[in-house]
């Protein structure tokens, strides 16, 4: 069956610190990739996404992601968490016209 | 647009009761979507919807639970008789498509069954 792994469920930084979290899926060809954001207490909005072009995409909030396509990765990354990212982190796929299929999330704390 | 409405967003029932859930899509999205999130099982897709007409609904935990669309800017989820393990947030999302389209999402409505 086709999935999302998110391997780190709970991550703690400091602020200033560099953030990578691991997105890995298991669809072959063609897929459509998705990183959702949710803050405390909030509905899931979208941070980035990618469908075709620079595999390096650029989200809001200084968020960027990179599609590695042999590794069948797309990991998210910030330079320097600050306190207002405190959240959970989703990755998200779908293929075609299927629908799109969520990881498990990772909590991140940043603590000030 | 106002985005995705859900209501109630505070739901506390007993057990054996029916438990209705609302959602308005944003004007003008073909799709909409039930999710469910639990601490245990993350963001399961209930079901979702094209044009009002259900497409998959192979998330659906049993038959407790029914889902529908009757016009393009409302569905409900039911759940008839309610369980303490259908405790959740249920979210509604909408979107312009299946592929390559951002999913909305509704602020959720939080169950407990007691």
């Known amino acids: 069956a086709q999935s999302v792994s998110q391997h780190n469920h709970h991550v703690i930084l400091s602020e200033a610190a560099s953030l990578e979290l691991g997105c890995n899926y298991s669809y072959g060809g063609t897929v459509n990739l998705f990183w959702y954001v949710q803050y405390p207490g909030q509905h899931l909005q979208l941070l980035l996404k990618y469908f075709s072009g620079d595999p390096l995409v650029k989200g809001i909030k200084g968020f960027e992601a990179e599609f590695i396509k042999s590794k069948f990765s797309f990991n998210l990354r910030k330079p320097s968490v600050q306190w207002s990212d405190t959240a959970e982190y989703f990755c998200?796929?779908?293929?075609?016209?299927?629908?799109?299929?969520f990881g498990t999330g990772t909590r991140l704390l940043v603590s000030p | 647009d106002a985005g995705v409405i859900q209501s109630p967003r505070h739901e506390v029932t007993e057990m054996g009761q029916e438990v209705t859930l609302r959602c308005k899509p944003i004007s003008g999205h073909d799709y909409l979507f039930w999710y469910r999130q639990t601490m245990m099982r993350g963001l399961e897709l209930l079901i979702y919807f094209n044009n009002n007409v259900p497409i998959d609904d192979s998330g659906m935990p049993e038959d407790r639970f029914s889902a529908k669309m009757p016009n393009a800017s409302f569905s409900t989820l039911k759940i008839q008789p309610s369980e303490p393990r259908d405790s959740a947030v249920y979210f509604c999302?909408?979107?312009?498509?299946?592929?390559?389209?951002?999913?909305?999402f509704g602020p959720g409505t939080r169950l407990t069954v007691l």
């Open positions: 999302a909408s979107s312009l498509g299946i592929s390559d389209n951002e999913q909305f």
């Open positions: 998200a796929v779908n293929q075609g016209f299927q629908k799109l299929v």
